[in-house]
Structure formats: structure tokens, C-alpha cells
């Protein structure tokens, strides 16, 4: 996890958790820069190091721990269930990070007799019979504690629960619910049947619903803890939660004529206003709409623009969603011009002139990181069009330069648990 650098030190990315309790000051001083880190643990011997940690980023947080406490780590989505508790012993610390789950099982006295301390980053979801007990347990803690209400007769759900007319008929009338994740009522179900069947839901997640259901739903709904973010689907709509692209093919083969999309649409320039008004009457899309500067018009008569964020582009579509450097040769093959949209990292080669991006890039519209030289910089100030992202200068600065010969694995970032 660790990379010597050229300069005599090592280089080490973004950690979760730094433990230096059994540092050296050898091992500290052989660190040449640190990222970011969310916490850092250290012993009482230890404290006198802390300061010779050198070029560290940000610090979210620091906890003291005796030396020969043992640390586990928990990362990601974790729930803690069934007989979790008893294979802890008391002399550890757990180390929870990412959003954590207690399952409502777990009897109060195996977490008070079977965990040490507890410390946790991120999301914490607990019934609330539990949460005093858990709390108590509680070292130290960096996030929010979200509970939900569980009784014996309630039909808990841990993921994502699709409420459907089979799902529906298989209750007992009058059930309570709890979803620990996500809930979807994708198909129009019975008013009456869904009052039947269901007295409570508490949702720790998101809701998507048709139209027809929504107002039944949400009487439903426990908002004891928290409304959940609830998407509607609006009568006569299909849902598409993917990413989609709209050709001259997948137009005529659209399931409906409305369309709603959460994901983004990307509307390609095979696609006339004639194809348009044959196969769409609506469109909402919750993720943007990418589409080409000649369809402007006939597109808005399909979406509401006030509420769609929307970018046009001319002639081809550069679409930076990841890295790209964009080398000379790129435009000796463009055929009229180009509008480049960014959403990940791109970099302009140096050698490419300012009049070649004022003649052949028609915008750029940029959501992320551009790279250029301080040549190319005027050039690409001018033909921003949506500018909500960072521009770079990508020459070598003299702070730099020391770093010259230093491969670029001397970094390694998202490191989760580190000690030195």
C-alpha cells in the first residue's frame, strides 16, 4: 500500500483510518505527504508523533486508543444481525465505515456483552429499541443515526421490496412495514386493496411510485424519522432508469409515446424533428437531456425546460465521462466541428494552437476538470458554455518540479485501514 518516492520519502493517498499507536518516529519521518484521512487513532505514547506528521490533507477526526486494543473493520454496506455480537469479545474495538445496519433480532444484552467500543463513520440504521444501548457502546461517531420503529408483527424488508399484486394479496390486512432500502411500486395497483392490506410503512431509502398510487402510499407512510425521497411517475409514463441514447432506431422502438427517464438522455444526430413528433409526445428526465443544437426546438415542445437541464451541441459530441487527452490528430479527422462535454478529467496536448480549438470545437461545456496549457487557456475560457467545473493549467509549476521523475503509482489513494 505503500511507495517509495524518488525523493527519499513515501507518498501515500487518501486512508479511512490511520493508526499510528505503535509508530516510530522512523516510521513517521519516512513518510514524505499524506492525503486525506478520516480519522486518526493514536495511543497516549503516540501523541508526542502526531506532529511530525508532514504535508497530511484533510483531517476529519482523531480518537485516542490504548495500544493493545485490537481494531476490526467493518466497511461498505454491513448489517449486524443474528449472532454478530457474540463473536466479538469485549477487549476489541469495532471500526464501522459506510452505512451500517442493526437488524432488530439481536438481543440488547449480547451487543452490551459482546462489543467493546464502537466507532463508526458514516450512516447508522438502528431500531429503536436498540439505539441507548448501541449509543452506549459508542466511542466516538461521524455521521447521522437514522432509526426505524419494529414491533414483533411487522413484515421487515432489508433491500430493495417490490410492491406488487402478488406481494399485496400475500399480507395479512392492516401489516406494517418496514424497508430497510428501497421501495417500488412500478405497477398500478388497487386503491383499495393497498389500504387493505397495509396500515404503516417506514421507508429508510428512496420510493418511486406510479401517479395513481401516491396519495394512498403517502397516507401510509411513517414520517416519524424522516420523508423519504419519494419519485412519481405521472399517468400514462414509462419508466426507464437507465442511461439512454434516442436514435433513429430506438426512437421506433419506443414502448410509449411518454417517456420518463431518471437517468440521462442523449439524443443523437441521426434523429430529426420529423422522427420526433412521430414516436415522442412526452419526455421527462430527471438525469438532463444532451441533445443536438438542430432539435433545440423540437425538443422543447416535448419537455419542460424549465425543469429539464438540458446542453446542446453541434456538428460531433465529445463526451469525456472518464480521463482523455485529446491529442493534434484528433482534428485533422473532425469533419466541421466539435462540442466537447465534460464530466471527467480531459487534458488538451500542448502542442495543440488556440486557433485550432477556435476553429473546430463549436462549445465546451464543463462539469469537471479541464487540463490546458496557459496558451490554450484563453482559447478554452472563450467557447465555455456551461462552466461548472475546475480549468488547470497542465504545465509543470516549480513546486512541481522536484516531483518530475516520480511515477505517478507512487500514489495510492482509497487506502481503508493503514498503521504505521
Known amino acids: 500500500m505503500e511507495a517509495k518516492n524518488n525523493n527519499g520519502g513515501k507518498v501515500i493517498g487518501h486512508i479511512v483510518i490511520l493508526d499510528i499507536r505503535k509508530a516510530t518516529e522512523e516510521s513517521i519521518d519516512s ?7 478520516a480519522m486518526l487513532i493514536y495511543s497516549s505514547e503516540t501523541i508526542p508523533l502526531i506532529h511530525r506528521l508532514k504535508n497530511i490533507g484533510n483531517l476529519a477526526s482523531s480518537i485516542e486508543l490504548s495500544a493493545d486494543v485490537e481494531i476490526k473493520t467493518f466497511t461498505g454496506e454491513t448489517i449486524l444481525s443474528g449472532d454478530f455480537f457474540k463473536q466479538q469479545t469485549a477487549t476489541q474495538c469495532l471500526f464501522l465505515t459506510g452505512q451500517i445496519t442493526v437488524h432488530p433480532d439481536i438481543p440488547p444484552e449480547e451487543i452490551e456483552s459482546g462489543a467493546g467500543e464502537l466507532i463508526l463513520i458514516g450512516q447508522l440504521l438502528c431500531p429503536e429499541h436498540l439505539v441507548g444501548v448501541i449509543q452506549s457502546k459508542m466511542k466516538t461517531r461521524t455521521g447521522g443515526i437514522e432509526t426505524y420503529t419494529y414491533t414483533p408483527s411487522s413484515q421487515l424488508t432489508m433491500g430493495t421490496l417490490a410492491l406488487d399484486d402478488n406481494y399485496l394479496h400475500s399480507l395479512d390486512d392492516d401489516t406494517e412495514l418496514v424497508v430497510i432500502g428501497d421501495l417500488r ?14 396500515k404503516r410503512i417506514q421507508v429508510l431509502g428512496k420510493v418511486v411510485c406510479r401517479e395513481e398510487n401516491a396519495s394512498t402510499l403517502s397516507a401510509r407512510l411513517d414520517r416519524s424519522t424522516g420523508t ?3 419519485t412519481t411517475i405521472p399517468t400514462g409514463f414509462e419508466l426507464v432508469e437507465n ?21 440521462e438522455v442523449l439524443i443523437d444526430r441521426d434523429v430529426t424533428p420529423e422522427a420526433l413528433d412521430s414516436h415522442l409526445e412526452v419526455l421527462v428526465s430527471q438525469g438532463g437531456i444532451i441533445c443536438p443544437e438542430a432539435l433545440k426546438g423540437a425538443i422543447s415542445q416535448k419537455c419542460n425546460m424549465l425543469q429539464t437541464e438540458a446542453v446542446f451541441y453541434e456538428g460531433e459530441l465529445w463526451l469525456v465521462d472518464d480521463e482523455l487527452t485529446i491529442p493534434t490528430s484528433r482534428f485533422s479527422y473532425l469533419q466541421g466541428v466539435a462540442t466537447v462535454l465534460v464530466n471527467g478529467e480531459l487534458t488538451f496536448a500542448p502542442d495543440i494552437e488556440p486557433q485550432v480549438l477556435i476553429d473546430h470545437v463549436a462549445k465546451i461545456h464543463n462539469f469537471g476538470e479541464i487540463y490546458c496549457t496557459p496558451e490554450q487557456m484563453g482559447a478554452v475560457q472563450s467557447l465555455l458554455g456551461r462552466n461548472e467545473g475546475e480549468l488547470i493549467e497542465s504545465t509543470q509549476t516549480e513546486t512541481d518540479a522536484d ?18
Open 31 to 37: 513518510i514524505r505527504s499524506i492525503g486525506n484521512v
Open 403 to 420: 516531483d518530475e521523475e516520480k511515477p505517478k503509482t507512487d500514489m495510492i489513494g482509497n487506502v481503508g485501514y493503514l498503521a504505521l
Open 185 to 198: 411500486l412500478l405497477q398500478t395497483l388497487s386503491n383499495d386493496l393497498l389500504a387493505q392490506k397495509v
Open 228 to 230: 423519504p425521497k419519494i
Open 243 to 263: 442511461p439512454i441514447v434516442l436514435n433513429a432506431a430506438v426512437l421506433t422502438s419506443l414502448p410509449s409515446r411518454k417517456i420518463f427517464c431518471t437517468k
